[in-house]
């Protein structure tokens, strides 16, 4: 079974600062997918930023970039000059390359402080 | 920009009563998902269905739920005969399925919280 965890309920950042939401899993595939989901008050989840496990590199997306580390099972992500808007709740997702569900961690709830 | 949209987005019904919960998944997107979250909780997978029958379901998917989808377009969950526990935020999403690592991203609609009195 495939589980992740995300070991920050709350988090928060002074505007303009940089901030990293870690979240680790466990899993016996080789290869998969992981993503990282925002969702603000209005509860809509907004993918992030997603990666291949496969691929060495890390991902970027503008000021949202991961630092994915295999060996360790860690995915963590990293916000720089954080933004008001950044204020939400960030989920950790995993997907096997075969699979059909997403496996979601329990979330870090992230205040950006003006 | 397409985008999943749900119906309705909030439902209020009492404790045995059957309710509904739409879904127009993304029009080219072939595996359809729901989830629910509860106040405060993580988001938890319930079922996922692809080229017309389920391909795979959780343990919460038991048989009070169902899933259809009627047409071409809407995707549906149904509970029969709900429970107060089901009182959830509810979250269709959906997947292209090709195209590598994008084919994988879900798209999720705003949900429907549903209130179970």
């Known amino acids: 079974a495939q589980t992740v965890t995300q070991s920050q309920p709350e988090m928060s950042v002074q505007e303009a600062e940089t901030v990293t939401l870690s979240c680790t899993y466990d899993t016996s595939e080789n290869n998969y997918y992981l993503f990282w989901y925002k969702q603000p008050p209005s509860r809509q989840m907004i993918l992030v930023i997603r990666q291949e496990a496969y691929k060495q590199q890390n991902a970027t997306e503008n000021r949202f970039s991961v630092n994915f580390q295999k060996a360790a099972k860690s995915f963590s992500l990293k916000i720089s000059d954080s933004q008001l808007g950044d204020t939400a709740m960030y989920f950790c997702a995993f997907m096997k390359v075969a699979g059909n569900q997403f496996y979601f961690g329990t979330g870090t709830s992230l205040t950006v402080i003006p | 920009e397409p985008e999943v949209t749900q119906t309705p987005s909030h439902q209020v019904t009492q404790m045995g009563q059957e309710v509904i919960l739409r879904c127009v998944p993304i029009?080219?997107?072939?595996?359809f998902y729901w989830y629910r979250q509860i106040l405060g909780q993580k988001v938890e997978f319930l079922v996922s269905?692809?080229?017309?029958?389920?391909?795979?379901k959780s343990e919460i998917f038991d048989d009070q739920f169902s899933v259809e989808r009627p047409d071409g377009s809407n995707f549906t969950l149904k509970i029969r005969s709900t429970k107060l526990e089901d009182s959830a935020m509810y979250f269709c999403?959906?997947?292209?399925?090709?195209?590598?690592?994008?084919?994988?991203?879900?798209?999720f609609g705003p949900g429907t919280r549903l209130t179970v009195t």
């Open positions: 999403a959906s997947r292209r399925g090709t195209g590598g690592l994008a084919g994988y991203e879900q798209y």
């Open positions: 029009s080219n997107h072939l595996y």
């Open positions: 269905f692809y080229n017309n029958e389920i391909s795979e």
